[in-house]
């Protein structure tokens, strides 16, 4: 087996063997190579590009527009591969931070109540009126978990529960619930 010539690139200077798997591949020199490695062609073939988007920018902007609306498809299979390959480790660097950063996070999170004090109270009615249903479940397991009931207890549970001891408005809506049970409304 014979080893193939060495060429040596002339921007880095190293040697390499003088094989398409190094060099590009130029049909006006007689060894049929270019003059520098393929990793150097590649950083200046980057660097022109960068320099071209820099001086274009409407065009840049134009022709990923392009792109994204001919590959809508693909670009958005290629973001759920990203997102299910990179969860575990989005999922821990939030934890991290957050961890890290509590303190900050908190007095951000109190500036921005007081600061928006009415678009807050506006979201949380607005959350209210959309998910009763969701709220009232809550509710009822947060005040069975309270009296150590079993899990998976319901409002339907709630006239069964400590002998039928129940608050007044607790069992306003009880009532209401086990009509919307029955069918009667």
Not at 49 to 71: A, C, F, S, V
Not at 73 to 99: I, P, T, V
Request: glycine share 4%; with cysteine; hydrophobic share 25%.
């Amino acid at each position: 087996m014979t080893t193939p010539a060495m060429k040596t690139c002339t921007k880095c200077k190293q040697e390499f063997p003088a094989t398409l798997e190094y060099f590009g591949e130029e049909n006006r020199v007689i060894s049929r190579l270019q003059a520098r490695c393929i990793s150097c062609k590649l950083k200046q073939q980057r660097v022109v590009g960068r320099r071209w988007r820099e001086n274009n920018p409407e065009k840049t902007r134009k022709m990923k527009r392009l792109y994204r609306d001919n590959n809508r498809e693909k670009l958005r299979k290629m973001e759920r591969g990203y997102r299910e390959k990179s969860a575990e480790y989005q999922r821990k660097r939030k934890l991290l931070y957050r961890a890290k950063n509590a303190v900050k996070m908190r007095k951000y999170a109190r500036n921005y109540r007081e600061n928006n004090r009415e678009a807050e109270h506006e979201r949380h009615r607005h959350y209210r009126e959309n998910n009763r249903e969701k709220l009232r479940l809550r509710n009822t397991s947060r005040r069975a978990r309270k009296r150590n009931l079993p899990a998976g207890f319901t409002a339907a549970n709630w006239l069964h529960a400590e002998g039928g001891n129940i608050r007044n408005d607790e069992f306003c809506c009880l009532r209401k619930r086990q009509i919307r049970l029955k069918g009667r409304r």
